[in-house]
């Protein structure tokens, strides 16, 4: 299993969507998939989807239930993790408690090949806590300078705090190519020149398209809603470059995972 957080700093970019698309993006291509919705004030996933869980992770905390109860399987293929409001007490959880957390996880997440963790804007310990957790990071950036500078905060604080030096970066939102390409090189450009020792990978640029909009009022993904659309076509792109990201392929994820969730 290959976990991949996704993150942005600045909150409304459209991580949410990205994941529940990227997922069905990879479901298509014969990938079995989680999502962890780990976005602390609001069940994000379920919404967008439709969906109204009826357990989440406290049921799991608290001992009523094992981990693999609580999974929601979704029409489209790929399930999800429902974490409600327990996703905080997930970061905060004594060494035993997470023993026996590990030994659920190592069973329930086993016959995934992706695990996607969408998480809360800002920079919180909450979000460095699940940025560390994953193989891969996943920034969304939109062309608002608003969004730049909270991306570029939140690459300044993971690599300071956490010392993570590698990220994948998807321009969302771009009026076109070459406007996503701008906004990708002035990134790129001020992360050398004050964070040089880490290193952005563009993995993609999704165009602003009203059909997202629109497929989310309909609570349906919008690959499924507008599959010809061209935003549909780029997350199918990703989807295939994430399947052949060469930093992930051969080694034991689900394991490194674990023990990562132990240690931190
Ligand atoms: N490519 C796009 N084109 C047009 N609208 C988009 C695009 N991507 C996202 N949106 C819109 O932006 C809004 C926010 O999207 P979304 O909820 O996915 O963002 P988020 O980053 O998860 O937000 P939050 O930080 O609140 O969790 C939604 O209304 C969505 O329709
Ligand atoms: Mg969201």
Excluded: W
């Excluded at 959880?93 to 996880?105: D, P, V």
Aim: aromatic share 10%.
């Amino acid at each position: 299993m290959r976990s991949f957080s996704i993150a942005s700093g600045k909150g409304g970019v459209g991580k949410t969507s990205f994941v529940i698309n990227i997922a069905l993006a990879l479901e298509y291509l014969g990938q079995k998939v989680l999502i962890l919705d780990a976005d602390l004030g609001l069940a994000n996933v379920d919404i967008m989807l439709g969906l109204a869980p009826k357990f989440d992770i406290r049921y799991v905390l608290s001992g009523q239930l094992q981990l693999k109860d609580i999974l929601l399987e979704t029409e489209y293929g790929f399930t999800i993790v429902p974490a409600g409001s327990g996703i905080n007490e997930l970061t905060q959880l004594n060494t035993a408690q997470k023993l026996i957390l590990k030994t659920q996880m190592e069973e329930a997440f086993k016959p995934y090949d992706f695990l996607f963790i969408d998480i809360s804007a800002g920079i919180s310990d909450n979000v460095l806590f699940f940025s560390q957790l994953a193989d891969e990071r996943i920034v969304l950036v939109t062309p608002e300078p608003t969004s730049m500078a909270d991306a570029y905060a939140y690459l300044k604080v993971a690599y300071r705090k956490c010392r993570i030096k590698n990220f994948n970066i998807v321009i969302n939102m771009a009026k076109d190519d070459s406007e996503g390409k701008r906004i990708y090189q002035q990134l790129l450009y001020v992360c050398e020149k004050f964070l040089p020792d880490i290193k952005l990978s563009l993995l993609g640029i999704l165009h602003y398209d009203e059909c997202v909009k629109k497929s989310i009022r309909s609570q349906i993904p919008f690959l499924k809603y507008c599959p010809d659309a061209k935003i549909s076509t780029k997350v199918k792109e990703i989807a295939y470059k994430l399947i052949n990201l060469k930093r992930l392929r051969d080694s034991n994820n689900l394991a490194e995972f674990l023990e990562r969730f132990t240690q931190l």
